[in-house]
C-alpha cells in the first residue's frame, strides 16, 4: 500500500497573491531548494509545504528542513553545506 506523504499542499487555492494554503500565502521554492525531496509542484509551481518563504528560509543560512543538504560548522565556525548521499535519501525515504 503506498503510504501517503507526511506533508501535502492538498487543498491549497491558486490566487492572485499567490497560492494560498491554510490561509497562508506561498511563495515558489528558490534554486537552493532544487533536490530537496519536501518541493511539491502545485498548479505548475514549486512549493515547499514545510516553509511558506523559502527564500526567507535560506536567507539565514541553511534550510534546517531540507532533506538534500545539511549545514556544518567547521572549526573555524565557518558554516558549510554539504549534499547528502542519495543512498542515504533513499534509505530514509521508505
Ligand atoms: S524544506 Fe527547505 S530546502 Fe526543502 S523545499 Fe522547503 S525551504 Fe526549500
Not at 57 to 67: D, E, I, P, R, S
Not at 68 to 87: F, I, Q, Y
Amino acid at each position: 500500500m503506498a503510504k501517503k506523504k507526511a506533508i501535502s499542499l492538498e487543498g491549497a487555492v491558486k490566487t492572485d497573491e499567490g497560492l494560498s494554503y491554510k490561509g497562508m500565502i506561498m511563495e515558489e521554492i528558490v534554486e537552493k531548494c532544487e533536490g530537496c525531496e519536501r518541493v511539491a509542484a502545485v498548479e505548475g509551481g514549486k512549493y515547499c509545504p514545510a516553509y511558506a518563504q523559502p527564500a526567507m528560509k535560506w536567507a539565514h543560512g541553511v534550510c534546517n528542513f531540507a532533506t538534500h543538504v545539511r549545514a556544518e560548522v567547521d572549526s573555524a565556525g565557518a558554516v558549510k553545506v554539504n549534499p547528502l548521499k542519495a543512498s542515504k535519501r533513499a534509505a530514509r525515504g521508505r
